[in-house]
């Protein structure tokens, strides 16, 4: 699956077409997962227990960015499914205090881990098609703690004098 007759240099991002999601969809069967399109919180979501990847057309518009978050929760699904950062990749649930740690210590690492992969699979399915990081750099670090970590995993609350 490619954009024949384009380079990288020539890449230039496009909207999704019908075909597109079509094409996706049967890419993450293979995965024996569904794809859902569907408003939710950030770009993208999964569900373990149904095995379902969902993507936010909102955050998503682009092709780029549409197969970014595709390979992104895919790999978190893969993650799961292999039983890797297994404290991390789990189905919703009431979490100890101690589970909680455990993901805010090892959250971002994780993150990473499926954003090198992702990247690493959809340049060879998608050789023209650069993968969006979502996770580099102190910027990267710092949404991930104010939009993900702090309000599904809080630290906890100190005392104050
Ligand atoms: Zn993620």
């Known amino acids: 699956m490619s ?20 094409h ?10 569904k794809l859902r399109i569907k408003n939710v919180l950030g770009g993208g979501e999964v569900d ?3 095995g379902i990847i969902i993507i936010n057309p909102l955050y998503n518009v682009g092709i780029r960015n ?17 039983g890797l950062y297994s404290n991390y990749h789990h189905e919703y649930r009431l979490m100890t205090r101690k589970e909680t740690d455990k993901v805010r210590r090892i959250g971002l690492k994780a993150e990473r881990f499926v954003d090198k992969k992702a990247g690493e699979m959809m340049s060879a399915y998608f050789p023209d098609v650069p993968y969006q990081f979502g996770y580099t750099g102190n910027k990267g670090k710092a949404w991930y703690y104010r939009y993900f970590l702090d309000k599904n995993y809080p630290a906890k609350q100190r005392k104050k004098k």
Do not use: A, N
């Not at 549409?66 to 292999?82: A, D, G, M, N």
């Open 48 to 50: 373990y227990i149904d």
């Open 66 to 82: 549409f197969l970014s978050t595709v390979f992104h929760e895919l790999w978190h699904c893969i993650c799961y499914q292999r």
């Open 24 to 33: 996706t969809r049967s890419f993450v069967k293979e995965f024996g997962l």
């Open 3 to 22: 954009f024949p007759g384009q380079k990288p240099s020539e890449w230039y991002d496009r909207s999704i077409t019908p075909e597109d999601i079509k």
